[in-house]
């Protein structure tokens, strides 16, 4: 006799299911030559090499919801080892994690990862007659760290406004002070 196995198959060492790859199976016991005795007493024994009983490992529920994403390279039903890539949604860029960090594994049931995090981009800052826009880091798309300088074109001091700012999540910042930012106004 053997152990009844808990979904209701035997396999070979591997627990590969030939009949449904999409299936993972994992080991849960060993059947040793006194394997009614070991079914009683839970005994777990490989010492000889006789097939083993083998569980269908659990399948994950919907990935994990990362905001401002978009997700990819997965699908229903989500098995062990299934991997969905995770990309900034369109008007959103990367500020921590990397492309390695930016996926989510199932494993036996559970998901490992995403670790990302996607911020807004800024609009194009508000430029007033008179305005020059200058920057190293200032070009469109405009992502979080990048700052603008601006100056009257015509050399004269401002009437108001800043004289850089930076873009953090969406909005345009006075860099110093991290107060919204204000378009500087020219004479």
Known sequence: AQC???????AEPDCEDEHANELFYSAVYWISSNTAEDCVRGRQSPQD???????HTPTCPDPPIQENTVISGCTEPYDHEEVCSYACAPGFHMYEGTETSATATCLT????GPYMTCYANCPDPV??????????SCESPYI???M???DCIS?????GGDHDMSCLNGDWIHAAQNQTG??????
């Open 148 to 150: 603008c300088f601006f």
């Open 155 to 159: 050399g004269q001091e401002p009437l």
């Open 49 to 55: 090499q006789l097939p083993f009983v083998c569980q």
């Open 127 to 136: 430029l007033n007659a008179g305005v020059e826009m200058a920057g190293d």
């Open 109 to 112: 049931g559970l998901w490992h």
């Open 182 to 187: 204000v378009a500087l106004v020219c004479p």
């Open 144 to 146: 979080t760290g990048d």
């Open 4 to 10: 009844a196995a808990l979904d209701g198959r035997l």
